[in-house]
């Protein structure tokens, strides 16, 4: 497995919870690591990208409450997502791209409800 996500589960509106995805270290070159979604009956949208070059782009929907942060130690992606919303909640998939393609994780589901 090359990505693996985990970290998703069922939360409250307005709670948080943290994503993580592991990235195999057989990826190489590594352009750019991030986190899309997909609700139920639309298509997958992108949530937060890093570049390697440290350039992080947040979708409209999300700025201000998600953070994406990159632990090269360890090799992950993480999405720590605050005051979470009923529409936040998707099948969560972390992404990397580099010079060859992107690579997808398993997706990790998040449902924000009371």
């Known amino acids: 497995v090359q990505l693996q996500a985990s970290g998703g589960g069922l939360v409250q509106p307005g709670g948080s919870l943290r994503l993580s995805c592991a990235v195999s270290?057989?990826?190489?070159?590594?352009?750019?690591m991030g986190w899309y979604r997909q609700a139920p009956g639309k298509q997958r949208e992108l949530v937060a990208v890093k570049s390697s070059g440290g350039t992080t782009t947040y979708a409209d929907s999300v700025k201000g409450r998600f953070i994406i942060s990159r632990d090269n130690a360890v090799n992950t992606v993480n999405l720590q997502m605050n005051s979470l919303k009923s529409e936040d909640t998707a099948v969560y998939y972390c992404?990397?791209?580099?010079?060859?393609?992107?690579?997808w994780g398993q997706g990790t589901l998040v449902t924000v409800s009371s």
């Open positions: 992404n990397v791209k580099n010079a060859w393609g992107g690579y």
């Open positions: 270290r057989s990826i190489s070159n590594i352009n750019a």
